[in-house]
């Protein structure tokens, strides 16, 4: 019975949760899609832009739960830098949108690890892996993302210097960049282009610029730019050096990369498997894993009686070790070029 009514109480817990999130995605689209037109959706422009352009689409596009959930996060400072974060994994959500699909896997987790295995500590592990798995995730898409980025950059300089030879001014280079290109590196170039058209000047675009995609090559592009703006120079010249340097350094990489490709894989797997195993036989067997933990039946006698230290210390050790060699594999085939 109790059992029951435990379930129960989670999946409305859960329900609610998805509930609030779809509901604070519901509005007026349309507002939302012309106001995209000009700032290019989520993430980082110009600071009076943000305070200018983001009440308006909160009011029209968020619920009412959305809007104070916000509010919270920007009063206890829980949103810095998140929305830089989002801006640069690509997501169309709001912080508390964010900080409610944390919320929602930490209950999830921690839900299947108490169906699972029982009792209260592998729920307390899964309600704190949770709480990382959201992040973890929105990092998988900034490199990912950032990994495009690099790939692209070389040929997008490339074509932004042959547009400068043919009579196109900066602007138009990197609208030609824009309208070419294909995804990350468009939609970012038509974000600079959109800045620069509202009224935002050259060098502030090109910061908010790198501040969504923090690659040492693009700061090399936009150093470049700067410099000529200031000194003169033959900008096509310059451009195309950088696009050939940069072009280089990605077939290096990527060189390099499929040299390291085993050792990483190795790295991986080798961390991985102790506690994916650990996991599959403690869910298959608690009695056969658990007599290294406890020393008695811990639904019998509480666990704080039944525990044994010497059991946790070999786990902590051990994960200890997990980690130590995990970091040392990706230090050894992590390659600067």
Not at 165 to 170: E, K, T, V
Not at 308 to 327: H, N
Request: aromatic letters at 8%.
């Amino acid at each position: 019975m109790l059992t029951a009514i435990v379930i129960i109480l989670f999946l409305l817990t859960v329900g609610t949760l998805v509930a609030a999130v779809v509901v604070s995605r519901r509005g007026d689209t349309a507002t939302q899609e012309r106001l995209g037109q000009f700032v290019g959706g989520v993430g980082i422009i110009d600071d009076t832009l943000e305070d200018e352009e983001a009440p308006s689409a909160s009011t029209s596009s968020d619920s009412v739960l959305t809007q104070k959930l916000e509010q919270v996060i920007e009063e206890r400072g829980l949103g810095k830098n998140i929305a830089t974060e989002l801006a640069r994994a690509d997501l169309k959500i709001t912080v508390a949108e964010y900080w409610s699909l944390i919320v929602i896997s930490m209950i999830v987790v921690a839900g299947l690890a108490w169906l699972i295995y029982g009792g209260y500590i592998m729920p307390l592990v899964g309600f704190i892996g949770g709480y990382f798995l959201p992040k973890i995730f929105v990092k998988f898409r900034q490199r990912r993302r950032l990994k495009q980025f690099n790939d692209q950059l070389g040929d997008g300089i490339t074509l932004m210097a042959n547009g400068l030879r043919a009579g196109y001014s900066l602007l138009q280079a990197m609208d030609a960049v824009a309208r070419e290109m294909p995804p990350p590196m468009s939609d970012e170039f038509r974000r600079v282009v959109r800045e620069i058209g509202l009224g935002i000047d050259h060098e502030r675009a090109f910061n908010n610029l790198l501040r969504r995609v923090p690659s040492d090559d693009l700061d090399l592009m936009v150093t470049a730019i700067g410099v000529q703006q200031e000194v003169g120079g033959n900008l096509a010249e310059i451009l195309e050096i950088i696009g050939y340097v940069i072009r280089e350094r990605v077939r290096i990489k990527g060189e390099i990369q499929v040299l390291t490709a085993q050792g990483q894989l190795s790295g991986y797997v080798i961390s991985a498997l102790p506690i994916i195993m650990g996991l599959l036989l403690y869910a298959m067997n608690q009695k056969y894993i658990g007599r290294m933990i406890f020393s008695c039946s811990a639904r019998e006698v509480p666990a704080e009686i039944c525990s044994q230290p010497c059991g946790w210390i070999m786990v902590g050790v051990g994960l200890f070790g997990i980690i130590v060699g995990f970091f040392a594999i990706q230090k050894i085939i992590d390659i600067d070029v």
